[in-house]
């Protein structure tokens, strides 16, 4: 699919009046510039003997790198004694008005060395819901009846899934959609014989290779709902594709299209695939969009990917790719980002969270949830799935708890000068007046900020020399210089920010 961003030109207009650096999307890489002795700027092309020549870049960025920021996390808010379930595993949250909802994924233990039903593939979700994100309500909804009672919170289960089951899935909220389909549901199932006949003749060449001589076929299934808790099963498959992970998706207004992340196979190797779709009722096969790179060990994986969004700025995705060692049976998790929903790249700085110590609650599994939500206290966070054991050790129930992955409030990646480093951003048209950075410096450490004008001149009053002391650890403090934080700009007029930066590292800067 190619990116709408494609070949898009500054001046920009930022979608949500933020630049978060999770990427280079909106930082110059400078300019070529020869002069000669009297700094006149030389021709590429002459029949004359070349002159003695200078190299003067401009606004080329130095001195700076992107840093992925660790995670720090909760103790677990949810644990399997308070749901009446041996096992539990995943979750999405939404903050929706100003409520927290969160539906989690529960594997029946009766389905333990049970010859039909095989452990995983017909699991339930129940739903909870939070004012805080830390207390939370489980509501009797009276849907579905889970050993012989409806007095429960189960949302989604037998018989509401039909014949497919239930494996690895995600609850989205969809703007696009009648309000009675308002809720959607991506996950795996499985498919009868009847499935998988009709879906032969009618798709044969949308059949996932990896299912190529196997009897038994898994896919990729839906649901819909007005309110994410009464659901209705979609009966027709999306495709045949094997996705026994955590699945995602969501709809893209700007793409027009249903996006899914899903799992991929690739020589053999789990890897990300990525699914856009017109409608949610046929999917294409996934693309690849992660694979196990260079970089990494021969032994390591990419399994759960965690796609989801920065709070507050759509136009920032975000992924959580899970990497599992085989050597270790470890997982962690590490950091990737898109500017369009198309194109993907992994953000340096190492895993953002691991395994804690052996025998503590996360130190075998742990896993990203779905769903960066703001938290209180100036945070933000995602839902961590965690068992005590790694991922293919004999596991004993009560097994598995979710807790919080959290960050301070939009610290995901830090553009860091470990000394002295220096950069400018891209021209940018605003009709905002103000400017705001989260930045954070030791005491010896400092930002100062310049304004230039379309033309590329300083902005009078506002260059470096004028701009007020930023230091210190400041989640959304104003620009000022000397006193003063209106940017001194004529309406529409085009604008270029410039740092310098010195034992510092920075983490948006705002337009307000």
């Given at each position: 699919?190619?990116?709408?961003?494609?070949?898009?030109?500054?001046?920009?207009?930022?979608?949500?009046?933020?630049?978060?650096?999770?990427?280079?999307?909106?930082?110059?890489?400078?300019?070529?510039?020869?002069?000669?002795?009297?700094?006149?700027?030389?021709?590429?092309?002459?029949?004359?003997?070349?002159?003695?020549?200078?190299?003067?870049?401009?606004?080329?960025?130095?001195?700076?790198?992107?840093?992925?920021?660790?995670?720090?996390?909760?103790?677990?808010?949810?644990?399997?004694?308070?749901?009446?379930?041996?096992?539990?595993?995943?979750?999405?949250?939404?903050?929706?008005?100003?409520?927290?909802?969160?539906?989690?994924?529960?594997?029946?233990?009766?389905?333990?060395?049970?010859?039909?039903?095989?452990?995983?593939?017909?699991?339930?979700?129940?739903?909870?819901?939070?004012?805080?994100?830390?207390?939370?309500?489980?509501?009797?909804?009276?849907?579905?009846?889970?050993?012989?009672?409806?007095?429960?919170?189960?949302?989604?289960?037998?018989?509401?899934?039909?014949?497919?089951?239930?494996?690895?899935?995600?609850?989205?909220?969809?703007?696009?959609?009648?309000?009675?389909?308002?809720?959607?549901?991506?996950?795996?199932?499985?498919?009868?014989?009847?499935?998988?006949?009709?879906?032969?003749?009618?798709?044969?060449?949308?059949?996932?290779?990896?299912?190529?001589?196997?009897?038994?076929?898994?896919?990729?299934?839906?649901?819909?709902?007005?309110?994410?808790?009464?659901?209705?099963?979609?009966?027709?498959?999306?495709?045949?594709?094997?996705?026994?992970?955590?699945?995602?998706?969501?709809?893209?207004?700007?793409?027009?299209?249903?996006?899914?992340?899903?799992?991929?196979?690739?020589?053999?190797?789990?890897?990300?695939?990525?699914?856009?779709?017109?409608?949610?009722?046929?999917?294409?096969?996934?693309?690849?969009?992660?694979?196990?790179s260079p970089s990494m060990a021969p032994d390591e994986l990419w399994y759960v990917n965690g796609k989801t969004r920065m709070p507050g700025a759509p136009d920032y995705h975000v992924m959580f790719p899970m990497c599992w060692s085989i050597r270790s049976d470890k997982f962690d998790f590490h950091l990737a980002t898109s500017p369009d929903n198309v194109l993907w790249n992994t953000v340096p700085g190492g895993p953002l969270c691991e395994p804690g110590d052996p025998g503590a609650?996360?130190?075998?599994?742990?896993?990203?949830?779905?769903?960066?939500?703001?938290?209180?206290?100036?945070?933000?966070?995602?839902?961590?799935?965690?068992?005590?054991?790694?991922?293919?050790?004999?596991?004993?129930?009560?097994?598995?708890?979710?807790?919080?992955?959290?960050?301070?409030?939009?610290?995901?990646?830090?553009?860091?000068?470990?000394?002295?480093?220096?950069?400018?951003?891209?021209?940018?048209?605003?009709?905002?007046?103000?400017?705001?950075?989260?930045?954070?410096?030791?005491?010896?450490?400092?930002?100062?900020?310049?304004?230039?004008?379309?033309?590329?001149?300083?902005?009078?009053?506002?260059?470096?020399?004028?701009?007020?002391?930023?230091?210190?650890?400041?989640?959304?403090?104003?620009?000022?210089?000397?006193?003063e934080g209106d940017l001194a700009l004529p309406e529409n007029e085009v604008l270029t920010v410039c740092f310098r930066m010195r034992c510092a590292q920075l983490f948006s800067a705002r337009f307000a």
């Open positions: 699919m190619i990116s709408p961003l494609r070949n898009q030109a500054p001046p920009y207009k930022l979608p949500s009046d933020i630049v978060y650096f999770h990427d280079w999307r909106y930082v110059q890489h400078g300019s070529v510039n020869w002069h000669t002795e009297d700094g006149t700027r030389a021709s590429m092309w002459t029949l004359d003997p070349v002159p003695p020549l200078r190299y003067e870049p401009r606004l080329l960025p130095v001195g700076i790198e992107l840093k992925a920021q660790r995670a720090r996390r909760t103790e677990p808010f949810l644990r399997p004694q308070m749901t009446d379930e041996l096992y539990l595993f995943g979750g999405t949250v939404i903050h929706d008005e100003g409520m927290y909802r969160l539906w989690f994924d529960c594997w029946p233990s009766e389905h333990l060395d049970h010859p039909q039903f095989q452990m995983g593939n017909f699991n339930h979700v129940r739903y909870a819901e939070s004012d805080d994100g830390e207390s939370w309500r489980f509501p009797e909804l009276g849907l579905v009846e889970r050993n012989g009672s409806k007095q429960n919170n189960v949302v989604y289960g037998p018989p509401l899934f039909g014949p497919s089951g239930y494996h690895g899935g995600c609850v989205f909220k969809d703007p696009s959609a009648p309000a009675a389909e308002r809720y959607k549901m991506l996950y795996q199932g499985r498919f009868t014989e009847e499935m998988k006949e009709q879906y032969l003749r009618e798709r044969s060449d949308e059949t996932d290779a990896y299912l190529s001589g196997r009897s038994e076929w898994a896919g990729l299934f839906g649901a819909v709902s007005p309110d994410g808790l009464e659901w209705t099963w979609q009966p027709e498959p999306l495709s045949a594709q094997v996705s026994d992970t955590h699945n995602v998706c969501e709809y893209d207004p700007l793409l027009e299209r249903y996006v899914a992340y899903c799992r991929n196979w690739f020589f053999h190797r789990r890897g990300i695939g990525r699914i856009a779709a017109k409608e949610f009722r046929r999917f294409p096969l996934s693309e690849e969009v992660l694979w196990p609650w996360d130190g075998g599994i742990v896993a990203p949830g779905l769903g960066l939500v703001e938290l209180p206290g100036g945070r933000m966070g995602i839902p961590l799935a965690a068992t005590p054991v790694p991922h293919k050790h004999p596991r004993l129930a009560p097994l598995g708890v979710l807790a919080w992955a959290w960050w301070p409030m939009g610290r995901l990646v830090a553009l860091e000068a470990e000394v002295e480093g220096a950069f400018a951003l891209q021209p940018i048209r605003t009709e905002k007046r103000r400017r705001h950075l989260n930045f954070r410096t030791p005491p010896a450490g400092s930002i100062r900020v310049q304004l230039l004008d379309g033309k590329g001149h300083e902005i009078a009053g506002r260059g470096f020399d004028d701009c007020d002391w930023l230091c210190g650890d400041e989640l959304d403090r104003e620009v000022t210089w000397k006193g």
